[in-house]
């Protein structure tokens, strides 16, 4: 199952919601997020996975071919390359952010009181196999 797809959403749903230091760390979080893979060549479609959670859960994981239109809180976008680094644990989620290796669109105030949901988000992704 390859990073992102339908195959492997789902999957992220089910792990995401077997997870109890995610599900602790986001009880107050109500929101969405979209996980997007920017394309190399311009105008090539950008997919990605839209996450719909609430209450330390994931009501709903939605692969979309081309994500670019979706309405999203919050966008975690990064390279195809750089997806693959950080599914098979090369690069700190957090990190990436701080030195640009990926990007957050979206109130930042509010990701700051869920860092540990934010990383734990991500840190589900990269468990889930991406083939």
Aim: charged fraction near 25%.
């Amino acid at each position: 199952m390859g990073f992102p797809s339908a195959e492997w959403a789902a999957a992220y749903q089910r792990a995401l919601n077997e997870n109890a230091a995610y599900r602790e760390a986001a009880k107050a979080w109500v929101g969405d997020i979209l996980l997007l893979v920017v394309p190399s060549t311009p105008g090539a479609p950008a997919p990605g996975v839209h996450l719909d959670l609430a209450d330390g859960g994931c009501r709903a994981a939605t692969f979309h071919e081309d994500a670019r239109g979706v309405a999203s809180e919050f966008v975690y976008e990064g390279s195809p390359e750089n997806w693959a680094r950080l599914m098979r644990h090369e690069i700190d989620p957090v990190k990436a952010i701080l030195d640009g290796t990926f990007r957050v669109k979206g109130n930042l105030a509010k990701l700051m009181r869920f860092t540990r949901a934010a990383k734990e988000l991500v840190e589900t992704a990269s468990n889930v196999p991406s083939g």
